[in-house]
C-alpha cells in the first residue's frame, strides 16, 4: 500500500504561481512512476504531468512551458511548480502513483488539493 498526501494548494490570481508537493509514504520502494492529474467541476479527470524513478518527465499540451515537475527522493516526495497560472487551470488536483511488485501493480491516489486561479 502507498499513501500519498498533497499540499500547497490556494487562491491565487491569474498569472500568479503555486508549488504544490505530494509526499508518499508505505511501500515507497514499489513506486515507478509519479504524477499530477487535476478535476475541475463537470470536467473529466486528466494527467497534468508525470516524472518516472529514471526522471523522465512528461507534461499535458495545456501546461507545458508553465508547469514544472520535479521530485526530491531523500523526502519521497514530488512537486509541482506552477507558474502563469490561468483561469482554466482552476481544478481539484491529484496525486498518483504507479507501483508493483512482480506481476501484482496498483494506482493510488491522494485526496487532492483545491487550486483556484480568480481575480
Known amino acids: 500500500q502507498v499513501q500519498l498526501v498533497e499540499s500547497g494548494g490556494g487562491l491565487v490570481q491569474p498569472g500568479g504561481s503555486l508549488r504544490l508537493s505530494c509526499a508518499a509514504s508505505?511501500?515507497?520502494?514499489?513506486?515507478?512512476?509519479m504524477g499530477w492529474y487535476r478535476q475541475a467541476p463537470g470536467k473529466e479527470r486528466e494527467v497534468v504531468a508525470s516524472i518516472t524513478n529514471g526522471g523522465s518527465t512528461d507534461y499535458a499540451d495545456s501546461v507545458k512551458g508553465r508547469f514544472t515537475v520535479s521530485r526530491d527522493d531523500a523526502k519521497n516526495t514530488i512537486y509541482l511548480q506552477m507558474d502563469s497560472l490561468k483561469p482554466d487551470d482552476t481544478a481539484v488536483y491529484y496525486c498518483?502513483?504507479?507501483?508493483?511488485?512482480?506481476?501484482?501493480?496498483?494506482?493510488?491516489w491522494g485526496r487532492g488539493t483545491q487550486v483556484t486561479v480568480s481575480s
Open positions: 508505505g511501500s515507497v520502494s514499489s513506486i515507478y512512476r
Open positions: 498518483n502513483a504507479d507501483a508493483g511488485e512482480g506481476d501484482v501493480w496498483d494506482d493510488y
